[in-house]
């Protein structure tokens, strides 16, 4: 299994930036493709963005296209999200995890080895 923590969370004022890490331990990271998702008070978890194994592809919800932008680098086994132009609607705790399915998916059903999530506060 991998093991993984997200860190980088806070409160930032809208249209303020935030980078958000999530570093993984145990098994190779670089086998997995992977997944940022988000959930709100009283809401489900929804999709972020998700990258292929290598990098070489991405894939964003419509709601964060153009602000944020997924990455990755194997060697440091290190995911990031780098979130700009924030809204109070970003507001969640954000969570990473690894994609069982050799293509990137959008259902936390095709998911696993969730991280414990960080906090992101937008304010108005």
């Known amino acids: 299994q991998v093991q993984l923590v997200e860190s980088g969370g806070g409160l930032v004022q809208a249209g303020g930036s935030l980078r958000l890490s999530c570093a993984a331990s145990?098994?190779?990271?670089?086998?997995?493709?992977m997944g940022w998702f988000r959930q709100a008070p009283g809401k489900e978890r929804a999709f972020v963005a998700a990258?292929?194994?290598?990098?070489?592809?991405?894939n964003y919800a419509d709601s964060v296209k153009g602000r944020f932008t997924i990455s990755r680098d194997n060697a440091k086994n290190t995911m990031f999200l780098q979130m700009n132009t924030l809204e109070p609607d970003d507001t969640a705790v954000y969570y990473c995890?690894?994609?069982?399915?050799?293509?990137?998916?959008?259902?936390?059903?095709?998911?696993?080895?969730w991280g414990q999530g960080t906090q992101v506060t937008v304010s108005s």
């Open positions: 995890a690894t994609g069982r399915t050799s293509i990137m998916l959008a259902s936390s059903a095709f998911y696993e080895n």
């Open positions: 145990g098994r190779t990271f670089s086998n997995y493709n």
């Open positions: 990258i292929t194994w290598n990098g070489g592809s991405t």
